[in-house]
């Protein structure tokens, strides 16, 4: 460290680290020296050291206070030894900056303090600055010249407290406690040019350790480094999927709104690769083959992940994320019942009860806070409860006695609260984040309508209390929108739920599913955000539903909306899947077993597997012919498909009396004005447009915009897209007509 004497040391904790180099800068802007931790320590030496140095070094010390501040030993231990030299203020050599709402107990309350709470960044700046100077006048004359520079600097932060516009990081936690080190652990792992995956490698695969966390606290302790920070879902594909797209707008790529999932993706990784200032957090990924293709190439950002397989070594430096430390433990405790006077002893022994794990802690400092009790007397109750439910069952290997045990207390407490149960027992079996608050409620209704056989809605304000007291008690965590529950919690719950009870609810699951997943995914662009977020989940009950019919037309939507993403490889054993339910529960000629054929043998013509395809094209046919009768409009629908088929690869003489005899069933069982009809006579001018026989096609396209107009409107897609057919028909025939003049 510089030996030059210095005009400010700042002293500040590790979480807030980006308001203490934010003051050092103004300060150093304005002509001013500094010493700071993370810009004057250097590695190797010692830190008690180097504080006493910068103390001694400093002609005064600016404290930056906050709720965490306060808490801190070693913060405490900086502000004392400078207090104890002014305990009255006179010489100004203490100066307390205040960022976040703190109370000063003691001795300290008297100090004043510049205050920055709530002020924007032009205002703090100008405030600080003109605050420092009245402060220095009375005690010295303000230096006419800057002073000596430290070093070397990035260009100026980011205001603290203002985030990247690319920005979807999940909401700080205000009760985050310790993991300093590991914080600045993981900082170094990344700024060294690694990938850093975050690991619970001693406990043999238990969640609760507060790895996600972790994650968050991280990206915005350090937002300040990054331009661009996006948060990935990565337990399953279509969540990695989503999130990739969603950041492809929010950066507002060319290729955002792409139909082909794969072009996103790739856009995204090309803009990654060459740009420089993001963070990506892959949260609970499951390998590192899960999300190896997602990776971006270059170096010019940070990728963070979480996980609770250890094995990382082939794309990412590993870290061990560890319970916390007993002292962490206290600290958290008395924080977040905010019991802060009470004595460490009953802190201590709950935290050791609970094994220092962070989510059992979180839940006990919940129902601690919800029913005002203190601490000593949640632990009598929590070592009753546990007795009790050691007595009774015996323990799992997905979660270890105190989560269960913290669970049963706050089950118990929020048991009478109508509805809360079902949204927990709902909430277990589906994908445990960004749950839409939508299908939960559409769940309940569809539980209370198979109770009272009637119809009932679910009263808005009810719903919201639900919601409010299962985050209260932490076993929940809501959003706007949405709302996550912890895996373990899952795994808690779904035990104490029974098969019976969960065979129950996995079946209205899926019926709330099916009742909100798109059908016209293939199609339709507008319900792919829906599709998206529904996705999850519907994968997530896949995995425990009993086949059944309505299993199969899920499983056809998921298929349908993969098949519109042109993701042909995920929507191809969907598909399959469903048709070999609905072969098996409605018997091989069933309707419903010609729509599962013509979707898979669709998805087979747009790979280009024609000979594939084929087959089930015919045998849906026939089917249709056989059950409906040869005149139906399935049967029409049916003749299209084949007929595109034959189009496809050119065998037009085959694809036309197939086209003839569906427009002639549209006509006789529609009408002649029917939209369904003017989509046969568009497929019948394409055949002819396609062998050049642009005279026989014109009248047909005429026909199909007339109608569609009349029926549909003249800015109707469908409308919209005949015309156009119209239009490059009528220029073909047009050059065409050039060049016989010419020759």
């Known amino acids: 460290m510089d030996q030059e004497k210095k005009d400010f040391f700042i002293s500040y904790t590790g979480a807030d680290q980006q308001w203490a180099e934010w003051?050092?800068?103004?300060?150093?802007?304005?002509?001013?020296?500094?010493?700071?931790?993370?810009?004057?320590?250097?590695?190797?030496?010692s830190f008690v050291q180097d504080m006493q140095t910068a103390l001694e070094k400093a002609q005064r010390t600016i404290a930056v206070l906050s709720p965490r501040y306060l808490q801190s030993a070693y913060a405490r231990a900086e502000w004392s030894a400078v207090f104890a030299e002014d305990p009255t203020g006179e010489k100004g050599i203490l100066i307390p900056v205040r960022i976040e709402p703190c109370e000063l107990k003691g001795l300290h309350k008297a100090i004043v303090y510049i205050d920055l709470v709530r002020k924007e960044r032009k205002d703090a700046q100008a405030f600080l600055l003109q605050e420092l100077k009245h402060v220095l006048e009375k005690s010295r004359r303000t230096p006419k010249q800057e002073s000596g520079y430290p070093g070397?600097?990035?260009?100026?932060?980011?205001y603290p407290g203002s985030l990247p516009d690319v920005w979807n990081i999940p909401r700080r936690n205000p009760n985050f406690t310790g993991r300093d080190q590991l914080l600045q652990d993981l900082h170094a792992s990344l700024t060294d040019g690694n990938h850093t995956a975050l690991t619970q490698q001693a406990l043999h695969g238990l969640g609760g350790i507060g790895k996600s966390q972790l994650a968050v606290e991280y990206a915005y302790r350090y937002s300040?480094?990054?331009?661009?920070?996006?948060?990935?879902?990565a337990e399953e594909d279509a969540s990695i999927i989503t999130e990739y797209a969603a950041l492809a707008t929010a950066l507002q790529l060319p290729e955002k709104d792409a139909e082909e999932q794969t072009v996103i993706i790739e856009a995204v990784r090309r803009w990654l690769n060459t740009h420089h200032g993001w963070l990506l957090v892959f949260d609970n990924a499951r390998d590192a083959a899960s999300i190896r293709d997602y990776l971006p190439d270059s170096t010019g950002g940070h990728v963070l992940i979480t996980s609770r397989n250890p094995d990382w070594r082939t794309i990412s430096r590993p870290l061990q994320v560890m319970v916390w430390e007993r002292d962490e433990s206290i600290a958290f405790?008395?924080?977040?019942?905010?019991q802060d006077q009470q004595e460490n002893r009953d802190a201590n022994e709950l935290a050791d009860e609970l094994g220092d794990l962070p989510l059992a802690l979180e839940q006990a400092a919940a129902f601690i806070e919800k029913r005002h009790i203190t601490i000593s007397?949640?632990?009598?109750?929590?070592?009753?409860?546990?007795?009790?439910?050691?007595?009774?069952?015996?323990?799992?290997d997905d979660y270890p006695d105190t989560i269960a045990t913290t669970w049963v207390m706050a089950f118990e407490a929020i048991r009478d609260v109508p509805l809360a149960s079902d949204l927990l027992f709902f909430s277990s079996i589906i994908a445990p984040d960004a749950i839409p608050k939508d299908l939960i409620k559409q769940a309940l209704e569809q539980r209370v309508d198979d109770q009272d056989h009637e119809e009932q809605s679910i009263d808005e304000l009810d719903f919201h209390d639900v919601i409010d007291a299962l985050s209260s008690y932490s076993l929940i965590s809501s959003d706007t929108d949405t709302f996550s529950i912890h895996r373990l919690v899952q795994a808690v719950t779904q035990d104490r739920m029974g098969p019976e009870a969960m065979a129950h609810y996995t079946k209205e699951m899926l019926q709330s599913l099916l009742a909100l997943f798109?059908?016209?995914?293939y199609n339709t662009p507008s319900c792919w955000p829906l599709c998206a977020q529904l996705l999850p989940h519907a994968e997530k009950i896949m995995e425990i539903s009993e086949p059944s019919v309505s299993m199969a037309s899920l499983l056809n939507n998921m298929g349908s909306y993969y098949h519109g993403r042109a993701s042909y490889a995920q929507a191809e054993p969907l598909y399959r899947r469903a048709l070999g339910i609905d072969e098996k529960v409605l018997g091989l000629e069933h309707p419903g077993v010609a729509t599962d054929l013509n979707n898979l043998a669709g998805l087979l013509k747009a790979q280009g597997k024609y000979g594939e395809a084929e087959p089930l094209f015919r045998r849906a046919l026939l089917i249709w012919e056989e059950q409906l009768g040869g005149e139906h409009p399935d049967v029409a629908t049916s003749l299209n498909n084949l007929a595109g088929l034959f189009r496809v690869q050119g065998k037009y003489g085959e694809a036309e009396p197939l086209y003839r005899r569906a427009l002639v069933i549209g006509e006789e069982q529609l009408g002649g004005e029917h939209p369904y009809v003017a989509a046969s006579l568009n497929n019948l001018a394409e055949l002819f447009r396609a062998q050049g026989?642009?005279?026989e096609a014109e009248p047909l396209y005429r026909r199909a915009v007339r109608i569609c107009e009349q029926s549909l409107g003249a800015s109707h897609p469908n409308t919209i897209t005949m015309q156009n057919n119209l239009?490059?028909?009528?220029?073909?025939?047009?050059?065409?007509?050039d060049r016989e003049k010419k020759s």
């Not at 300040?224 to 879902?233: C, P, V």
């Not at 007397?377 to 799992?396: A, F, H, I, N």
């Not at 239009?727 to 007509?737: A, H, I, P, Q, Y």
């Open 727 to 737: 239009e490059v028909l009528l220029e073909k025939m047009k050059d065409s007509g």
């Open 693 to 695: 026989k642009y005279g």
């Open 224 to 233: 300040t480094s990054y331009d661009h920070a996006w948060w990935i879902r």
């Open 518 to 521: 798109p059908q016209e995914g």
């Open 152 to 158: 070397e600097f990035k260009p100026e932060p980011r």
């Open 333 to 338: 405790l008395k924080q977040r019942t905010g």
């Open 377 to 396: 007397e949640y632990l009598k109750l929590y070592r009753t409860r546990r007795k009790d439910l050691l007595d009774r069952t015996k323990p799992s």
């Open 23 to 45: 003051i050092a800068w103004q300060l150093e802007k304005a002509g001013y020296t500094t010493v700071l931790q993370a810009w004057d320590f250097h590695a190797g030496s």
